[in-house]
């Protein structure tokens, strides 16, 4: 007889003692089983502390519904499988909420970036309201430097002036800039 088989011969007996009322056979079973319980539990769910709710909820039904198991020589399979059946619940229960909150930070991602948008395309709205405020040289170079990204060396050859008039330009607009949006309140 190999070791498997007495092993399965010990648990059917066990299982015979406790559906006769021998509440000790009972924690033997599970000193024998806890642990094969427990990894096998924590295949599925890859998580030791639910793991162990799982053994903990299965031990509940295995000790309600033993009385019913017909053939005692497959208490470990039969086990395996209530154990087996509640990691499965939990990961259907947990994949739910996974994609529930998969699905709500994408939704909450997609209200930021919309909201993101709409604040970009407001402020771009009030700057450019507030550069047409600006005297024309002031605009040009504000639009060839942040627009056209040229730099201040190319504005001083497209406009002719001195790259000095280009940066003190770029200065003064920027200060008047700050000034109209903070007059209109729309400085943060």
């Not at 056979?25 to 924590?42: E, F, G, M, Q, V």
């Not at 053994?55 to 309600?64: A, G």
């Not at 402020?123 to 730099?151: G, H, M, N």
Request: aromatic fraction near 10%; glycine fraction near 2%; charged fraction near 30%.
């Amino acid at each position: 007889m190999s070791s498997k088989q007495t092993h399965k011969i010990f648990d059917a007996l066990l299982v015979l003692q406790y559906q006769s009322g021998n509440d000790k056979a009972a924690t033997l079973l599970i000193k024998r089983w806890n642990s094969r319980l427990y990894r096998h539990a924590c295949w599925y769910t890859k998580n030791e502390e639910i793991s162990k709710d799982i053994v903990q909820e299965s031990w509940t039904k295995i000790l309600q519904k033993i009385n019913e198991l017909k053939n005692p020589n497959t208490f470990g399979s039969w086990a395996l499988t209530i154990v087996t059946r509640k990691a499965i619940d939990w990961q259907r229960k947990h994949k739910k909420t996974s994609d529930f909150k998969k699905e709500f930070q994408h939704q909450q991602n997609n209200e930021k970036i919309t909201v993101e948008i709409t604040n970009r395309e407001e402020t771009v709205v009030l700057i450019r309201k507030a550069i047409k405020e600006l005297p024309e040289k002031q605009q040009i170079v504000l639009r060839l430097f942040y627009v056209e990204e040229y730099s201040v060396k190319e504005i001083s050859d497209i406009i002719q002036v001195s790259v000095g008039t280009v940066k003190s330009r770029l200065f003064t607009a920027r200060e008047q800039l700050k000034l109209i949006l903070k007059n209109k309140n729309y400085e943060k």
